[in-house]
């Protein structure tokens, strides 16, 4: 398989918001990051992947750019952002950046002079539509952040696409002019030499022509409209043109975020000789704990279903494509609370879910604050809640359906955003070190034990077993580039899988349970001078057929 740096290396997401505060006004910012990076360089990280930190009216956190040359002003200048990449790189890391290029802000000036007119310039830039006869919306398409995807301007009386918040008006892709607009936008970010693009939402661009209705429930306001927007017809097209017009001749990494994405399309968009993207990342995983109604309709997480999609994602991209791994990000609950136990096995948990996905074959992605095994938080009130997604939702679940406020709570404490944008935790002094001010949003009451400084100064922190997976995946080709095979496919509570490089071996044992259990070593696991590579708990864990793990115990062997 062809070897590449991005395949090699470990990627690290700051949410910039909540990462660190250098000037005491309570937000995250460039100055702040720059004060870290000896911290990440420590940890063994080779990639940063940076949330948007472009003019934004912070709608939905930065996700809304309204400039895409100009840095928010609450992050700091365009002279901060070049030193940060200056200082990235003269430690041997790269920097990645966040390309949001579905939509903009409707504060972008693109939109201020589109919604003027109907035959203003920049119209074709965004995707308008009259309304029906009936008086209804365009088509009957939902956003993602509640209420219809259209939203009606005056001045043209008629409506605008907004797939996500009506402050994020989609871009029209149809538009060979702005597709123009995009490419040169991304040859100037490339040509001050960042290292690549995580792409948003970058699965979305091509609509189906028509934009027909989608099928719904009779009990549903609004159809999800996906099929008709993901993975749409000229999406190849147009990553290709993308390719070949601003990517071609940077030694770059991209990433594209693809909402509903399946493996068979995840090859084509992975397979390097068809010029698009390096790898995608997929929610199937993330699905899994999700009832029909959505992320907030919660469901128990069964290890079958994750056995079964994992692998269907390892064996479907090997040879192929490649494989993101992640299990945490800016949209997703902090994964030691949603996969593993953060009451009684935290530090356990936290190192087993790390094992389970760095022994993966594909580009391992760590979330601010999962290093040192950050949680969830649960805050009194919706009124500590920053997330646009959760606050719509608990107003149209609250005051529109009338639906019993704890109820609703629940839902947000186990799947809301703001799970993983509390500020990253420092150390154990007020706002765990994050701030001197007021931070934008609370800290989680747990940082006195839970915090940077106190996991480096701890040998068996989950910090330090961090570093170690990091180490290992530099040291041992087999976990980057060998092939993978699931083992036990039927036990409901270990997760064990086999990896093969020529004749290196890697058996990884993961139990996903608070229980001890006994695990019969299937026999095709033929595994000569076994070495333990890293395991979470302590003690001489010789390998044999017969073995005894303790409750989220994780163990990875090495042999011939
Ligand atoms: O997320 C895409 C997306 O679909 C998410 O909204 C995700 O499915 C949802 O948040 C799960 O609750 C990207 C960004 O990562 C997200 O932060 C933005 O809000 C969104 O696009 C719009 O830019
Ligand atoms: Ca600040």
Known sequence: MERNWWKESVVYQIYPRSFNDSNGDGIGDIPGIIEKLDYLKYLGIDVIWLSPVYQSPNDDNGYDISHYDQIMEDFGTMEDWEHLLAEVHNRGMKLIMDLVVNHTSDEHGWFQEAKKSKDNKYREYYIWRSGKEDGKEPNNWGATFGGSAWEYNEETEDYYLHLFSPKQPDLNWENPELREEIYTMMRKWLDRGIDGFRMDVINFISKTPGLPDAPKEEDETYASGGQFFMNGPRIHEFLQEMNEKALKGYDVMTVGEMPGVDVEEAKKYTDLNRNELQMVFQFEHMDLD???????????????????????????????????????????????????????????????????????????????????????????????????????????????????????????????????????????????????????????????????????????????????????????????????????????????????????????????????????????????????????????????????????????????
Do not use: C
Not at 315 to 327: A, E, F, P, V
């Open 290 to 560: 999700s009832g029909p109604g959505g992320k907030f309709d919660l469901k128990p997480l069964d290890l079958r279903d994750l056995k079964k999609s994992i692998s269907r994602w390892q064996t479907g991209l090997n040879g192929i494509g490649w494989n993101s791994l992640y299990l945490n990000n800016h949209d997703q609950p902090r994964v030691v609370s949603r996969f593993g136990d953060d009451k009684n096995y935290h530090d356990e948990s936290a190192k087993m879910l790390g094992t389970f996905l760095h022994m993966l074959q594909g580009t391992p992605y760590i979330y601010q604050g999962e290093e040192i095994g950050m949680t969830n938080i649960k805050f009194d009130s919706i009124e500590d809640y920053r997330d646009i997604e959760t606050i719509n939702y608990y107003n149209e679940q609250v005051y529109e359906k009338g639906r019993d406020k704890n109820e609703v709570m629940e839902s947000i404490y186990v799947k809301g955003r703001d799970n993983a944008r509390t500020p990253v935790q420092w150390d154990d002094s007020p706002h765990a070190g994050f701030t001197t001010g007021e931070p934008w949003i609370k800290v989680n009451d747990n940082y006195e034990t839970i915090n940077a400084e106190k996991a480096l100064q701890d040998e068996e922190s989950i910090f330090h077993y961090y570093r170690k997976l990091i180490q290992l995946r530099k040291e041992h080709d087999v976990i980057v580039y060998g092939d993978y095979e699931l083992l036990l496919p039927e036990d409901e509570k270990v997760f064990a899988y086999k990896r093969r490089l020529d004749d290196d071996i890697l058996f990884v044992l993961t139990n996903f349970s608070d229980e001890t259990v006994e695990v019969n070593v299937p026999e095709n696991i033929e595994i000569n001078q076994p070495e333990l590579l890293i395991g979470n708990y302590k003690g001489e864990k010789q390998f044999n057929s017969k073995t005894t793990l303790q409750p989220y115990e994780a163990r990875v062997y090495k042999g011939k």
